[in-house]
């Protein structure tokens, strides 16, 4: 196989630099140690691993984003909330998916367009047994992303809908010349398109979406995909199919098999920090064996997200269909008194570590992961945005977000990382999870999460190749206990501040983490 004993070396040495510029290694261990590779080919962090996600599920839209044109309590624009615009808007949200879920399933989109109060009311039949009337629909999204500043992803109905019903609603929102939803679209108040880019075939599909076989779904795609067009035969559009549950690796092999790579921009993947189905556990009141036990599942995300890529580099080893984790984040019982199918939940320090430590994840994956959604935006499971009435607030999840964007668009720094363990009766965690990235200014900066309920962390961290760093300046997300979460009577209970425990010396940085605590360090 190789022609001499130097050609074979020369290999190994290839495939250790490969490793070394392009992979981050995990190793627990009895000392925290991070070596951060700062020279070598870099990844882009793609900015869309920052999305979110907007259901017609209980509070999110209904209250939550929207609250009605005719709402005189709550400040508004056209209906849309605009503290809710203000607090997006400094997250940078790179793009948001609309309108499901497994409604978008059920929803038809020509019953939310045209003037409202002829709209039709339909029952949401997943999420409540609730009346829709529908007074929230396609432009009412799309106006809203302008306003936000971001881009939309819109998950079309495969389950109970037809390829024509989505051929005509992509002509609706794209299309700039003649034609009949074209057309539509302007009496209904629209002149331009809003070309829309990110499209969702189906949610789901092996459950809610159509409880489908892989090979049944697949086949569907292709059709779909077909007849989804941006006009001018180039295939642009970045349509995304419906991927796996979880560890349903037989899922990804069959559609990274079956779908021509051609027609799909990337393959979705759901993951939820849920301790059991049957069992959640409150959102609040929880034990350290209930904390435990979800960071674990938080934890399985670097495993299902390696698995999962495997697979597809061996059908695409240039990677050029992405892995979208477009449903991701923390399920626990709804808050008492809630309705159960509204799907309500406080947001704690707990759900703050779930963030930190994912998006750590999806960072350092960034050359396979190139977009996510957190679920969801506001007043359902993991928000990052809880409103009631015209009271609005930011949940600890909101300021992990707030404190990674510096990683939108950045250049991946690959990392070796060393860490102890946070153990709980005879199992065990990485205490320590990490990414780093540096900006086109220059400024290099390193995400550290310690998840271990009550030892801090020292830990030390080696820039290679970096002798240009002069100043280390951070901010730190912790609390008092894991359970504080913020309230409308005490909005401002967690929030980031200043953090002034990292020392840096020549081309080495010593910080030490407190228990349960998000650390940003900037270097410059
Ligand atoms: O996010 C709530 C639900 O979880 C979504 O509607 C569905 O896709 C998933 O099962």
Redesign the pocket.
Known sequence: MFSSPHAFFVRLACLLVVCLTTVTAFAQGTANKISIQTTGPQTTISKHIYGHFA?H?GRCIYGGFYVGENNTKVPHVKGIRKDVIEALKQLNIPNLRWP????ADTYHWKDGVGPKDKRPKIVNV?WGGVTEDNSFGTHDFLDMCELLGTEPYLAANVGSGTVQELTEWLQYVNFGGVSPMSAWRKENGRENPWKVNYWGVG??AW??GGNMKPEHYANIYRQYATFMTDWNNSNKLFRIASGANGADYNWTEVLMRDIPHNMLGGLAL?HYSVIEWNSKGPATGFSEEQYFKTMKQAWRMEELVTRHSTIMDKYDPAKRVALVVD?WGGWYDVEPGTNPGF?FQQNTMRDAMIAGMTLNIFNNHADRVRMANL??TINV?QAVILTDEEKMILTPTYHVMEMYKVHQDAKLLPLTLQTKDYAFGNDKLPAVSASASVDAQGRTHISLVNVDAKNAQDVSIDLFGATTHKTVSGRILTSKTLQDHNTFDKPANIKPVAFNDAKLKGGALNVTVPPFSVVVLELK
């Open positions: 259901e599920l499901g879920g497994c409604f997943w949610n789901e459950g809610c759901h449903e799907l679920a969801q499971l």
